[in-house]
């Protein structure tokens, strides 16, 4: 079967997030992908003739090179012209541009769970058709709705927490998860939904506080029949099984010299991302935030290298900074991070950069791999 996942404007994150995951096919699994469809065999109005009784309604997205609004219109103004002539009953969902936004494709039904609300995706000659799309509004949710939140901290998009985790690979349902700058505990809660045990340490105690109360909110929300609100769909029985048991553990503790006392399966966090800068640093701010960021960062990865096994993943987002030339500066500490005994999977890459539009910290995502 071939897929495409319609990607966003970070198309790298989703394509590594892709490939880790073995091209998983749940949706609410993958935090990076916006759509994911199948390749057709059929040509879609073979296929759209074979639907039960009923109203259909479709959906046309236009990938192609030179796509454009009209051009995704008269596709499906071309396919309701010959259903009804047919006799079926047909409504298609305005197009605003070429593509139909997630939010259009979720709110009109068309996310492939009813086989006569369908959204085709045409990209040059070939024909996809839409099997998930992302629930943006369950991901808001669990954001928005967390008990304790701060926004000194950052906020790290429920989103990005599943692809740091996804990027970690394949990992056994209830493998326990590590995020030692846990801050209000994103990466943990999306675990937990995923399937996995939850262990944080932070340097601060509010912050372990804030990460309890929020774990303790969403695993009440995931044993509950409203789980589906809060995009927890993926849970299956093992997991509830988990969930009946206390599935995370948080405690106080520095990155750079805490000894974890369970056995780590995999790590994924968000490091200190230094000052939360609304300009571009000067050169000298700049030099002061990688040198304290650094210095985090591989304290971090040294204390830890001593406590993993050979192969646990690795995946830890940290600061790059915005340049009056538009780039990113990233931390130069690639050449550190391979003497301390692990491989760096994404190294020959671009690396991996999650930012909205001029935003000043970016964060830069590091895969690796105790060796
Ligand atoms: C960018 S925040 C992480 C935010 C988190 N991902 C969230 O969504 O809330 C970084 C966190 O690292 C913590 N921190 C900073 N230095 C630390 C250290 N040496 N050891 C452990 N935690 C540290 C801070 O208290 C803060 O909560």
Not at 165 to 189: A, M, R
Not at 198 to 224: H, Q
Request: aromatic share 6%; glycine share 8%; with cysteine.
């Amino acid at each position: 079967m071939k897929y495409l996942a319609v990607l966003g404007r970070q198309p790298e994150i989703s394509i590594a997030e892709l490939e880790a995951t073995n091209f998983c096919t749940d949706i609410n699994c993958l935090g990076g992908t916006l759509k994911l469809a199948e390749k057709m065999e059929q040509k879609p109005l073979e296929y759209l003739q074979t639907l039960s009784e009923g109203k259909i309604t479709i959906g046309v997205s236009d990938y192609s090179k030179n796509a454009t609004r009209k051009s995704a219109t008269s596709e499906a103004l071309k396919l309701k012209k010959i259903l009804v002539r047919h006799g079926r009953s047909v409504r298609v969902v305005e197009n605003k541009e070429a593509a139909l936004s997630t939010a259009t494709s979720l709110h009109n039904g068309l996310s492939g769970k009813n086989e006569r609300k369908i959204e085709l995706i045409k990209v040059d000659d070939e024909w996809y058709r839409v099997i998930g799309v992302q629930d943006i509004d369950a991901y808001a949710k669990r954001d928005q709705a967390r008990p304790a939140r701060d926004a000194k901290v950052g906020m790290l998009p429920p989103k990005l927490a599943q692809v740091l985790i996804n990027l970690c690979g394949q990992l056994k349902k209830g493998s326990v998860v590590l995020d030692p700058f846990c801050g209000t505990g994103v990466v943990l809660q999306e675990a937990i939904l995923l399937g996995y045990r939850a262990y944080g340490t932070d340097i601060s105690e509010r912050m372990v506080e804030y990460s309890k109360r929020n774990l303790e909110w969403i695993v009440s929300r995931a044993r509950d029949a409203r789980a589906r609100r809060y995009g927890a769909r993926c849970v299956s029985s093992p997991l509830v099984a988990m969930l009946s048991k206390q599935p995370f553990k948080i405690s106080v503790g520095d990155a750079t010299s805490f000894k974890w006392e369970q056995s780590i399966d995999a790590v994924a966090c968000e490091g200190y991302l230094g000052k939360p800068f609304s300009r571009i640093p000067s050169e000298i701010e700049l030099k002061e935030q990688k040198q304290e960021c650094g210095d985090i960062v591989l304290g971090f990865l040294k204390n830890l290298a001593k406590q993993i096994k050979k192969d646990t993943p690795v995946v830890i987002a940290v600061p790059a900074w915005l340049r009056p030339d538009g780039g990113y500066e990233r931390l130069e500490i690639v050449d550190e991070i391979e003497n301390m005994g692990y491989n760096v999977n994404n190294k020959t890459r671009e690396g991996l950069i999650y930012h909205r539009d001029n935003q000043v910290v970016a964060r830069d995502i590091l895969i690796l791999r105790k060796k």
